[in-house]
């Protein structure tokens, strides 16, 4: 593979986010702002704070772990602190109601990771003939892999967390009635 | 120790309010009112204010707590 590829990989790249931020920016009237109010901004702070120790901690780890596991996870070692504080900072903010903006439709969100965790997977997939590891060092693929077991994760959490709000939702109403 | 809002859910049911109302009100997520009722979230001067004037109470009515 050589430079053509890895341009017009980045070229592909480029394009693909410039089409999300403009989709983004459509889907809110007021040029792509997030709604969120105090609370969930509040949130979102900790969440991050609590990410950063994550990834910072994480980060740490090829100090104390086997140089043979090292060496064989090659590249994709610095890719774990990323997905650890992304993984933190997603959790907390979905069991603190503040991962959605107000009034987001989470049945779209639920598809949009579905399809974000399919397509990571079968980019994982793709990679399945040349196998994923080369020369005793783990494939770059994996990290498709990872995003996909990362999407579903997400998806897991944010169903449960759909159904506890529905119930307790509904707690709250019978209580309104009442 | 967190004190539970209880005259926040009287006057929003004094309204005939459910939580997703107010909240859809004052542009808030109906987690935020549900915090607030709870004791869990202190909300700043804004949103007891937008809360107040939504519900027609004063501050002292909703947010001042007895001894």
């Given at each position: 593979m ?6 017009s990989m ?7 986010c410039f089409?999300?931020?403009t989709?983004?920016r459509k ?10 109010d ?11 704070k ?14 104390v ?6 060496h064989?996870l090659?590249?994709i070692?610095?890719f774990?602190?990323l997905?650890v ?9 979905i ?15 639920i ?6 965790g399919?397509?990571n997977?079968?980019l994982f997939?793709?990679h ?6 080369e ?11 990872m995003m996909?077991?990362?999407c579903?994760?997400?998806l897991?959490?944010?169903i ?7 119930r307790?939702?509904a707690?709250d109403?019978?209580?309104f009635?009442? | ?11 929003r ?7 997703a109302?107010?909240a859809?009100?004052v542009?808030?997520?109906?987690q935020t009112i549900n915090?607030i009722?709870?004791?869990?979230y ?7 204010l937008s809360?107040c ?6 501050l002292?009515e ?6």
């Open positions: 050589g430079p053509v590829y890895y341009i980045f070229l592909v790249v480029l394009i693909i089409l999300c931020v989709l983004a889907c809110h009237s007021d040029g792509g702002k997030a709604k969120y105090e609370r969930q901004i509040l949130a979102r702070g900790k969440g991050y609590y990410a950063f120790y994550a990834a910072v901690f994480v980060s740490f780890l090829p100090i772990i086997p140089d043979n596991i090292v064989f090659g590249s070692i610095y774990v602190p997905f504080g992304i993984m933190v900072y997603i959790s907390y903010c069991w603190n109601d503040a991962y959605l903006e107000i009034n987001l439709n989470i049945k779209s969100w598809i949009y990771m579905v399809l974000i399919l397509f997977i079968c997939l793709l399945i003939k040349t196998g994923y590891v020369n005793g060092v783990i494939n770059i693929s994996v990290v498709n892999l996909g077991i990362l579903f994760i997400v897991v959490e944010l449960f967390k759909y159904a506890f709000d529905k307790r939702e707690d109403d019978e209580e009635e009442a | 120790m967190t004190m539970k809002n209880l005259k926040l859910k009287a006057a049911a004094g309204k005939d309010m459910s939580q109302d107010l859809s009100a542009g808030v997520s109906r915090s009722e709870k004791g869990d202190n909300p700043t001067i804004k949103l007891c809360i004037k939504t519900l027609g109470k004063t002292d909703i947010f001042w707590e007895d001894e």
